[in-house]
């Protein structure tokens, strides 16, 4: 037998469905926080972890700090943790739709569990290394987030528009 979320229980899918949007809400306040610290571009995320370059008058204070390595830990460790857990419990809601399959279900459950350890490994390149990082940061973190809306998008359609014909609701 075959599990599909269409052919699941009224009271299972109407809970999915309520952990699938409130995921999704949680995910996307941490993109609007990310636009905020960062304005969502290249230099605004190498200020954010190198600190404001530049001379300042003697008067100025300087809008952001380059990270400590504690704190570049503590980021890295509470982002890698929850996404994992994140896209762990997404991916076995994923896995039981039946309208991805085959290799684009296999890369939308793997994808972002990989983009996760290549972004917050990037931070730190970004920090340590060269600025240059950051296009690694930004393309491996819009590769993780588009998979995710992918794969709630996805399931929240199956459970709520997508019908069993062989079921009465």
Do not use: C
């Amino acid at each position: 037998m075959k599990i599909a979320l269409y052919s699941l229980d009224k009271t299972l899918k109407r809970f999915l469905s309520a952990f699938l949007i409130a995921l999704t809400l949680g995910v996307t306040v941490g993109i609007v926080y990310l636009n905020y610290t960062t304005n969502m571009t290249p230099s605004g995320t190498v200020e954010r972890y190198n600190g404001t370059q530049g001379e300042l008058d003697e008067f100025e204070i300087a809008e952001s700090y380059p990270k400590q390595i504690s704190e570049l830990l503590l980021t890295t460790h509470n982002h890698v943790i929850s996404f994992a857990l994140i896209f762990g419990l997404i991916g076995i809601v994923f896995y039981f739709n039946s309208i991805v399959v085959g290799f684009w279900k296999n890369f939308l459950l793997i994808e972002p569990l990989v983009s996760t350890v290549i972004t917050f490994s990037s931070i730190w390149g970004i920090r340590y290394i060269h600025e240059g990082f950051v296009y690694v940061t930004i393309i491996s973190a819009s590769l993780m987030y588009i998979s995710f809306y992918v794969m709630s998008a996805i399931s929240l359609y199956e459970l709520n528009f997508k019908f069993d014909e062989n079921k009465k609701e």
